[in-house]
């Protein structure tokens, strides 16, 4: 089982390679509260799916954790889990707790 920090350190590694194909690269500084789509997030529509289609790729062979970052059930949350890296996190280990059966993320991390 993927632990959270294994999956904020995968998100942000992502984010820095994709960084590093951009004409104009953002400001990686912010870490976990850099923020990734609404007012002043570092991607638009376009760009945020294909982040997403990345980060579940590498869940999956890096992680061996398979989610889907952009169901119906993602994009229609009243609190987007994409308002920043850390939001994105804990979409992930919500995802994978209730994949797993358990009623917590928490849950799910400690087995």
């Known amino acids: 089982m993927a632990d959270e920090a294994a999956i904020r350190d995968m998100i942000l590694a992502t984010l820095a390679e994709v960084n590093e194909e951009r004409e104009e690269p953002f400001d990686l500084a912010p870490g976990p509260a850099l923020i990734l789509y609404g007012s002043g997030g570092v991607f638009d529509s376009m760009g945020l799916v294909n982040f ?60």
């Open 52 to 111: 997403l289609t990345t980060v579940e790729e590498k869940l999956e062979d890096d992680l061996g954790v398979t989610v889907s970052l952009t169901s119906e059930k993602a994009v229609s949350r009243k609190v987007s889990p994409f308002a920043s890296v850390e939001a994105l996190t804990g979409f992930v280990m919500e995802e994978i707790a209730e994949a797993d059966g358990a009623d917590t993320p928490l849950q799910a991390a400690a087995s």
